[in-house]
Nanobody, 126 residues
Framework: QVQLVESGGGLVQPGGSLRLSCAAS????????MGWFRQAPGKEREFVTA????????YYGDSVKGRFTISRDNAKSTVYLQMNSLKPEDTGVYYCAINRRLFGSTSYRPNLYDYWGQGTQVTVSS
């Protein structure tokens, strides 16, 4: 069983930045596509971004393109989400997740992800 632990959330003013981290247990981290999702109160879980096993390919939701950057360090079994130019609508609980399938155009689908972290709260407010 793989475990994921997110960290780095908090309160930030509009226009500010945060960097989220997600550490995975186990030795097969480099075999997984990794994704970030978020969920605001009363809304469905939303795809944010995904990264291929090697880190060479990435995929972003339209609402975060140009502002967020996903990266990974397979030696540390950790995936990161750098969030810049934050907006109030970015507020929500952010989850990282593992996808054991191939990276591709369907990597935005939450039902393809097998393991999820507990989430970290991000609040963007003045």
């Amino acid at each position: 069983q793989v475990q994921l632990v997110e960290s780095g959330g908090g309160l930030v003013q509009p226009g500010g930045s945060l960097r989220l981290s997600c550490a995975a247990s186990g030795r097969t981290f480099s075999s997984y596509v990794m994704g970030w999702f978020r969920q605001a109160p009363g809304k469905e879980r939303e795809f944010v971004t995904a990264i291929s096993m090697s880190g060479g390919n990435t995929y972003y939701g339209d609402s975060v393109k140009g502002r967020f950057t996903i990266s990974r360090d397979n030696a540390k079994s950790t995936v990161y989400l750098q969030m810049n130019s934050l907006k109030p609508e970015d507020t929500g609980v952010y989850y990282c997740a593992i996808n054991r399938r191939l990276f591709g155009s369907t990597s935005y689908r939450p039902n393809l992800y097998d393991y999820w972290g507990q989430g970290t709260q991000v609040t963007v407010s003045s």
